[in-house]
């Protein structure tokens, strides 16, 4: 059993920054994959970004390419998300997960078995 924590969201202005962590209980973090994904109103929920287990391998959805930035610390049971020049279809709230399996397949939610409660960013004008 996992229980994923996040924090860090809120109120910015476009163009502004942000870092999300998510905290995870339990000794076996470092061997789940790691990701993030958003859901806006009325949307569904999609992958924002991934991590493997030791963090040499991350993916990235072409919408936050060269902005956001994911990292995590096994040793502190964290997972990161560090957004850069955040505009407006960025606000969505945010859910850190992890899961096991082939991390090709990470960008899917069908993929994750623990999900955090979310935290909303919002994004304004």
């Known amino acids: 059993q996992v229980q994923l924590v996040e924090s860090g969201g809120g109120l910015v202005q476009a163009g502004g920054s942000l870092r999300l962590s998510c905290a995870a209980s339990g000794r076996t973090f470092s061997s789940y994959v790691a990701g993030w994904f958003r859901q806006a109103p009325g949307k569904e929920r999609v992958c924002v970004a991934t991590?493997?287990?030791?963090?040499?391998?991350?993916y990235y959805a072409d919408s936050v390419k060269g902005r956001f930035t994911i990292a995590r610390d096994n040793a502190e049971n964290t997972v990161y998300l560090q957004m850069n020049s955040l505009k407006l279809e960025d606000t969505a709230v945010y859910y850190c997960?992890?899961?096991?399996?082939?991390?090709?397949?990470?960008?899917?939610?069908?993929?994750?078995?623990?999900w955090g409660q979310g935290t909303q960013v919002t994004v304004s004008s």
């Open positions: 997960a992890t899961g096991t399996g082939t991390f090709g397949l990470s960008y899917a939610p069908a993929y994750y078995d623990y």
């Open positions: 991590i493997n287990q030791s963090g040499g391998r991350t």
